[in-house]
Structure formats: C-alpha cells, structure tokens
C-alpha cells in the first residue's frame, strides 16, 4: 500500500464552484500535511500545511484533516481557471525531514 | 529573487556520462532537501541537508549519486554513469531552521535530466 494515495483524476468543476481534493494516507503516527500545487512542467508551490484535526482556512483554500480515518482535503472555494493544475498532498515522515507525496490530483476548472 | 535557485534549468546528456547539478537554498534555511519526480508521479525524497552534513538518504540514492554541501550553503549533485530512467526532474528545497512539526520545505524550479 502507497503511504500517501490521491485520486488521479482529472477532476473537472466549473469556474465559481468550490473543488474538492482528497487524500488518505497509512502511517496513523504522521504529524504534519501539506498541499502543493504544481502548474504543467514547473515545480511545486506550497500552498498550505495542517497539523491539527479540523479546518485551517486561507484565502479561498480550506485544508481539512481527520486523523482518526487518516485523511485530508483541500477545498477550494470560487474556483479560477487559474487553479487548474496538479495538487500534491505530501506527508511529513516520521524522521521529520523527508515529505510523501501522493501521485497528485489534475484539477480542471472550466470558464 | 529570495527564492530557490537551481542551476541549469535543463540538461541533455548521452547514457553513461556524468553530470552535476547545483542548488542555492533560501539564503537563511539551514536545511536542504533533493527530490526526483518523474512523469505521473509525485516527488521522491532522495537525501537532506543540514548545514553541511547529510542526514538522511533514502535507498533510491544509488551508489550512482552522491550528494554534498561543502559550506552549508549551495549543495550540488552528481550522478555518474547516467543510464536512462535517472530522465526525470530533480528538484531542491529548503526549509527554516525551526523545522520540527511544520518543516515547510520550498522548491526550486528544478533541473530537468534527458538522458540519451
């Protein structure tokens, strides 16, 4: 089993909509989440991190993080098409210094 | 530009030439971080930086690659006798002295490796 899954997508939403990405991940001990957006052939940008269970709000991002059944979202409210892109959850392992990273989500967001 | 820089941007080499790429860090990070990612896929941990000595390396990092950071400051890594699957973008980060829970690790923009 992959540490960090997401689904691959695409996932498309219409502009104004609100974009919802998931992840799951395996090690129950993990800490600490991020999401990174990566446009088409550039790295990727830190967008958020969570630590602790609920909601962390910035902008028109939303991180969510359960770790009782080891998830966590990323919403994203009003949705541009310059949101589309890939969204990387990542992981921080257990050593502290190295991030998982899911495969990414496509996000796809139509005018 | 206060980011990560990484240098060269793109590089094209024959099967079993060596290469070398380099890595500035955000000027006050004291942790440095390198990454592959391949086409599809996520970034993968391949060895972290702080300060000059080298911490963590993960059993992708061949005997092939080495990494180091002579000063604490720009770190470089060489792959030699390069073979075709090591095509992919390697990617550098940095992250602030604090790390501990939050660890936030920024990117470069990569170095992308065509192997012919």
């Known amino acids: 089993q992959k540490e960090v899954e997401q689904n691959s997508g695409p996932l498309s939403v219409p502009e104004g909509a609100i974009a919802s990405l998931n992840c799951t991940y395996s090690d129950r001990g993990s800490q600490s989440f991020f999401w990174y957006r990566q446009y088409s052939g550039k790295s990727p940008e830190l967008i958020m991190f969570?630590?602790?269970?609920g909601d962390k709000e910035d902008g028109r991002f939303t991180a969510q993080l359960n770790k009782a059944s080891q998830y966590v979202s990323l919403l994203i409210r009003d949705s541009q098409p310059s949101d589309s892109a890939t969204y990387l959850c990542?992981?921080?392992?257990?050593?502290?210094?190295?991030?998982?990273f899911g495969k990414g989500t496509s996000l796809l967001v139509t005018p | 530009d206060t980011g990560v820089s990484q240098n060269p941007r793109h590089k094209i080499t024959k099967r079993g030439q060596n290469v070398t790429f380099r890595c500035d860090p955000i000027s006050e990070h004291n942790r440095l971080y390198w990454y592959r990612q391949t086409l599809g896929q996520g970034p993968e941990f391949l060895t972290y930086?702080?300060?000059?000595?080298?911490?963590?390396k993960s059993r992708l990092l061949s005997d092939r690659f080495s990494a180091e950071r002579p000063k604490g400051s720009f770190s470089t890594l060489e792959i030699q006798r390069t073979e075709q699957g090591d095509s992919a973008m390697y990617l550098c980060?940095?992250?602030?002295?604090?790390?501990?829970?939050?660890?936030?690790?920024?990117f470069g923009p990569g170095t992308r490796l065509t192997v012919l």
């Open positions: 990542a992981v921080l392992s257990n050593s502290g210094y190295a991030l998982n």
């Open positions: 930086f702080q300060n000059e000595a080298q911490l963590e």
């Open positions: 969570i630590y602790s269970n």
């Open positions: 980060a940095s992250s602030f002295p604090a790390g501990g829970a939050y660890n936030e690790q920024f």
